[in-house]
């Protein structure tokens, strides 16, 4: 790493560490990208993690923990197993997502259909690294618990490895987690006292006509029609139902109904599937019970009926204030307040770390990784994306010192 970029990135007694062993921090990680995993099918990923944390000298490693989760512990000064002190959890989501890759890297996936799309593979190298700095400087008082995280790509992850007695076993006192944001400057650190990402929400539309002859529409309740009206009226719940200060999004992102070889064929029923993005409770039921009704009067207006699924994915994710505020203080000490982003816009993107906040306070931050003063070539969920392994020590020092500045020494 050049002396430029270090001064882009961050300086600081943890990043000064890191950064000597970023190669090999840069060859796991591209090692995890070349062998992608879905959620709760991470096996590869988690045993190369087990391996990691073994070399890097944690003091114990608990696996399994939601399917294919792995937690690490590493003791601050002066304490063991039995005298584990307060806890700080920092946790790194490990799944990929099931999209081809069109990158021609060396370490490009070698899984037809799988590929490391949203950076959960450079996610998992910056919380080795902090393991490793923290095992080998434990300069603080304390435990760090460090979270690897199977499923987060809409298997909520999280979730399974709290129902698996994640926090019960490991009582943290807060927790972190941080992403990568392609369309944030390199080493800006962003974050958000408040809303960080939207609630996900699963919406589907079922509408029921009659089938008939296309050439005969009028012995025939057309659910295609009925489609069409639905869609555009849905787009009315947000624009004409909430205050223009509240956010949300409704998207209706696929239509299946009929056959593509049968054009005359008017199909009896059809069915649409969407998603709603909200960052408040009350807006959120506010757009289900408009939903739902708003769809079913349109249907019976054409003769025709229509039900509406609506399912909570995932919830907001909300950092609690006092966090959000201690977290960007310590990327401060870190990047310099130029390159910390206190006010951050919240994202609709939704983040199942949400399920850990709902029980913990703790802070979500998000970590540029795009060029130095915009936003990089290809964004998340590309087939082109790839992780960017310059802020590999940036991401892991930044765990560390979380962990360091909220369990402080004395002398320190």
């Not at 129902?163 to 943290?172: K, T, W, Y």
Request: aromatic share 6%; glycine share 12%; with cysteine.
């Amino acid at each position: 790493m050049s002396a430029s970029l270090k001064s882009t990135l961050g300086h600081g007694r943890a990043f000064a560490h890191i950064a000597k062993f970023h190669p090999e921090l840069t060859a796991f990680r591209r090692d995890l990208h070349a062998h992608p995993e879905l959620g709760f099918e991470e096996v590869y990923t988690s045993g190369r993690v087990v391996e990691g944390l073994k070399v890097c000298g944690v003091d114990s490693i608990h696996a399994g923990l939601g399917k294919t989760g792995v937690v690490a512990l590493v003791h601050g000064q002066g304490r063991s197993v039995s005298n584990p002190g307060r806890m700080i959890g920092l946790r790194a989501d490990m799944d990929a997502l099931p999209l081809t890759e069109y990158n021609d890297c060396v370490w490009k996936s070698g899984k037809p259909g799988l590929m490391h799309g949203c950076g959960h593979d450079g996610h998992t190298a910056m919380l080795m690294g902090a393991a490793r700095y923290l095992a080998e400087t434990r300069r603080f008082d304390g435990t760090a618990v460090l979270i690897f995280q199977p499923g987060e790509e809409g298997y909520a992850g999280a979730r399974a490895m709290m129902q698996d007695g994640l926090f019960e076993r490991f009582p943290c006192e807060k927790v972190f987690a941080q992403h990568n944001a392609p369309d944030v400057p390199l080493g800006v650190v962003g974050v958000t006292p408040g809303p960080m990402q939207a609630a996900v929400d699963r919406i589907e539309i079922r509408i029921h006509g009659k089938g008939g002859h296309g050439a005969r529409p009028h012995q025939a309740v057309d659910p295609v029609l009925v489609a069409g009206h639905i869609i555009t009226a849905a787009q009315s719940v947000v624009a004409r139902n909430l205050s223009a200060f509240d956010q949300a999004v409704v998207s209706i992102c696929s239509m299946q109904g009929g056959h593509p070889g049968a054009m005359s064929v008017i199909p009896g029923e059809v069915t649409l599937v969407g998603t709603v993005r909200t960052y408040s409770e009350t807006v959120q039921q506010q757009i289900e019970d408009r939903l739902k009704a708003l769809c079913s009067g349109v249907a019976q207006g054409f003769g025709a009926t229509a039900e509406v699924v609506y399912e909570r994915v995932y919830p907001a994710t909300v950092n609690t204030v006092p966090e959000a505020n201690f977290a960007a203080d310590v990327a401060t000490h870190l990047v310099g307040a130029d390159k910390v982003w206190r006010n951050m816009t919240p994202s609709m993107g939704g983040e199942d770390f949400s399920f850990m906040l709902q029980v913990k306070p703790g802070a979500y931050l998000r970590i540029g990784q795009g060029l130095p003063h915009g936003p990089g070539p290809h964004p998340l969920h590309n087939s082109r994306y790839d992780f960017n392994d310059d802020i590999l020590p940036l991401g892991a020092a930044l765990h560390a010192s979380l962990v360091e500045q909220a369990l402080p020494l004395q002398q320190d």
